[in-house]
């Protein structure tokens, strides 16, 4: 694992009623959150993401089922299967980012640290490795 697969690992309140997980903006996720989103009935072979972000904090977490995230700074590329909801990935400014093979049921949630903003996005992947490398 690299440096840019940077997973957290939440702690779970389990007992015979079931498990409960409490994410905190500033506690255990490193930023305070300004969005939640999640993405639900991605379709088999189905993939998303393919952008990155100019100034954006973001932490995913797949609370049910698995997918694939590959991550890339523009000097490496790291993949990284999100399958419990106990792991958070985090994924940084400047990093683009790639899903795929999401299960069937599959439901990936993601705090962000600020507002949704079209123009923060780095949806190119040359105009992303231009930024980075400059
Ligand atoms: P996008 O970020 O491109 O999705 P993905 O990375 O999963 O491929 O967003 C898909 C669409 O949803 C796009 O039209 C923008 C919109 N959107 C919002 O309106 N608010 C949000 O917080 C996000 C993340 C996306």
């Known amino acids: 694992m690299s440096g840019l697969i940077r997973l957290l690992d939440f702690k779970d309140v389990s007992d015979k009623r079931g498990t409960l997980v409490a994410l905190e903006g500033e506690r255990n996720i490193p930023f305070a959150i300004k969005r939640v989103y999640y993405m639900v009935d991605v379709p088999p072979g189905e993939t998303r993401g393919f952008h990155a972000h ?10 049910n089922g698995s997918c694939k995230m590959v991550l890339d700074d523009g000097k490496t590329r790291e993949s990284v299967v999100l399958d419990s909801p106990t792991k958070g990935l985090v994924i940084g400014d ?3 980012r790639e899903m795929s ?8 949630m993601v705090l962000a640290s600020e507002p949704y903003d079209e123009a923060d996005y780095i949806r190119d992947h040359d105009e992303f490795l231009t930024i980075v490398r400059s």
């Open 54 to 63: 100019r100034k954006l904090q973001q932490v995913a977490v797949c609370l």
């Open 94 to 96: 400047l990093v683009w």
């Open 101 to 108: 093979e999401f299960t069937a049921g599959a439901v990936l």
